[in-house]
């Protein structure tokens, strides 16, 4: 079915004033930012509600991009027709016909906001009724809990037919709650905690830690098709790339086994961090799960966490790892997330971390190397680049890609 428009509702709306507003043009940015390559749409972003026209572009296509928007409850496709009753019985036969199964029940609902129409809502529903009925001599009138509601809106400017309601993405517009710096490895749980922040509203950028040669040129690719993908939900997402080699290998010289991970984290954790006060963080997310591994209990978040005072937001701290992989299926992410490109984490792990690590210990041990001499040199590697949704990386490897397939 061929639709003209989309009528899109607002989710979290308990906000006013100010508030509001930028929640709605926030929104409206962030759909045209979603469907840029549908060129022939106009948005139009209202208190209420969204209008979005489609000029004849594939209203399938522009459904499935919408339900990926956050801040979006729930969106109608629309058929306008010409205010006159030729017209609207030809939107309704239209609609029933894409719509209306044999067997099923339905109703028409029919509501004026131009009062000067020729008929008024109970006379409309009468007429459009007798005249699906006359169509569909199978189909079944039912006012209450009908299969189907056709729903009739008299306006100025055109009537407009309408009978789905699609669920939404919900959560808040992204940008909404400020900028996030989101620590993206190439696993299952970064990236779903990357679509929980940004659900949230939150302008997520994404860093990254390689450390070439021990990780491949793949391992990077991967990290960047991960982005592409999570874009889907943004429009476009920033992948700030930062060499950890000459670190992991200081750290891995100089640092005793046990507290190799710890020290390796806290150094991620403070460039993280002033890459976020450089560029306008509000605070840092990563995908620890309480439990999961040694450096995810709470001892370790505390001799990570001891190097900064910004908030580290942990999305899926309190999931399992099936509810998290559940989820990794849903938002898409999870085929990329398994495909074997060994992570800079995975490379130096030692066989044994502690699982409970000592802040103290920790701090003493890391006087060992030059922590700021380091930071500098891997900041001074940062590479930024903006992503799109969509964006292919690990194609440009199609043998390696389709051996591990
Ligand atoms: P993930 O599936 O997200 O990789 P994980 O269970 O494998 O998580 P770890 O490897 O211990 O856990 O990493 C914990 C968190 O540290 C990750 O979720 C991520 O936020 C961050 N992290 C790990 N490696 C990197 C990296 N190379 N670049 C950026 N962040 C990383
Ligand atoms: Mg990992």
Redesign the pocket.
């Known amino acids: 079915m061929q639709y003209t428009e989309i009528m899109v509702r607002y989710g979290e709306l308990s906000t006013k004033g100010k508030n509001q507003r930028d929640f709605v043009s926030r929104l409206g940015g962030n759909i045209r930012k979603s469907l840029h390559n549908f060129p022939k749409l106009e948005i139009y972003p209202k208190r209420d509600r969204t209008h979005v026209t489609l000029n004849g572009e594939d209203s399938e296509a522009v459904i499935e991009r919408l339900k990926q928007v956050f801040g979006i409850q729930n969106f109608s496709p629309s058929l306008k027709v010409d205010r006159n009753m030729k017209a609207i019985h030809e939107g309704v036969l239209k609609m029933m016909t894409d719509q209306l199964k044999p067997g099923m029940t339905f109703k028409i609902n029919t509501r004026r906001s131009d009062h000067n129409f020729e008929m008024d809502t109970n006379e409309l529903n009468d007429d459009l009724g007798g005249f699906v009925l006359d169509h569909f001599p199978e189909a079944v009138v039912k006012m209450h809990h009908p299969d189907l509601i056709l729903r009739v809106e008299v306006r100025n400017n055109g009537v407009f037919l309408s009978s789905e309601t699609i669920q939404g993405a919900g959560g808040l517009p992204v940008g909404t709650a400020g900028k996030g710096m989101m620590m993206l ?3 299952i ?2 990236p779903v905690a990357s679509y929980l922040g940004m659900k949230r509203g939150v302008d997520m950028e994404m860093i990254h830690f390689f450390s070439p040669p021990y990780t491949s040129e793949q391992a990077l690719a991967k990290a960047k098709e991960l982005t592409s993908h999570l874009a889907a939900y943004a429009g476009s997402l920033q992948f700030i790339q930062v060499p950890f080699t000459k670190i992991q290998e200081e750290i891995k010289e100089k640092v005793p086994e046990g507290y190799l991970m710890t020290v390796q984290r806290r150094m991620m954790l403070r460039i993280a961090v002033a890459i976020a006060k450089k560029r306008g963080g509000k605070a840092i997310f990563n995908g620890e799960s309480l439990g999961q591994v040694a450096s995810q209990t709470m001892e370790s978040m505390e001799a990570i966490n001891d190097v900064t005072n910004m908030p580290i937001l942990r999305p899926v701290i309190s999931l399992d790892k099936t509810e998290i992989i559940k989820k990794a299926k849903e938002i898409g992410t999870y085929d990329l997330s398994i495909l074997p490109f060994e ?1 800079c ?2 490379i130096f792990a030692p066989p044994a971390p502690k699982t409970k690590p000592d802040t103290e210990r920790t701090r003493y041990y890391e006087k060992r190397i030059d922590v700021e001499g380091l930071m500098k040199e891997a900041i001074d590697g940062v590479q930024v680049s903006e992503i799109k949704a969509g964006q292919n990386f690990l194609n440009q490897n199609e043998d390696v890609f389709a051996e591990l397939l």
């Open positions: 490895s190439g696993g749980d970064s992570d984490c995975t």
